[in-house]
């Protein structure tokens, strides 16, 4: 069985991804131990909470190198949530105008504020909690069995805006049309959750969890 490690930096929802790789079939383990990040066959970073302050324990604790070393290297990565939105190159949540916090850089583009009013000046709740329908955008493994326009669980207040329109594998509106699922190479993201997104999200991990076992295979072979 291929060893996926769900990182730990004090800011996830750990049982809960844990556990929805679980139902999909796959075991996972929790470890803030950068040798794990570094030796897993697949990695997924959840999180809740600021850009800032988590970026701020990953730099701290060497995680965050850890996670561009092994991503580098072809390992699987998935990020969920605030997890999705640490992929960036920098975010500006808690910051002053014009100012930035450096991200992973895993993917070009920032992090900023969800914007809360449509074209017709209609104004949106933010953050944006609940469930949200996903235009999938180009051929991904990620959402592979799933049907377009399928529901996710979404809370969140800011969104990941990709340089590069090629990286965005999915679309959600709210107010404003925001990528909510990325892809570039080997790194995977969702601004929603898939652990809490029931049987969509649970075939969604059991897809990551195919290709970190497929990842491992290839090591091996």
Known sequence: MARICIIDYQRGNLASVRRGLADAGYDAFVSDRVED?????????????????????LDESGQADAIRTAVAAGTPFLGICLGQQLIYERGNEGCDEGQFIAGLGLVPGEVVRMPAFDDDGVKYKVPHVGWNSVKIKGENPLFAGIEDESYFYF???????????????????????????????NVFATQFHPEKSSTKGLRMLANFGQ???DHAAAKEA
């Open 37 to 57: 990040i570094l030796t897993a066959d697949g990695l997924v970073l959840p999180g809740v909470g600021s850009f800032g302050d988590a970026m701020g324990i």
């Open 211 to 213: 290709m970190v076992q």
């Open 155 to 185: 809370t969140h207040s800011y969104i990941g805006v990709p340089s590069d329109p090629d990286n965005i594998a999915g679309v959600t509106t709210h107010a404003q049309p925001f990528a909510c699922a990325v892809r570039r190479g």
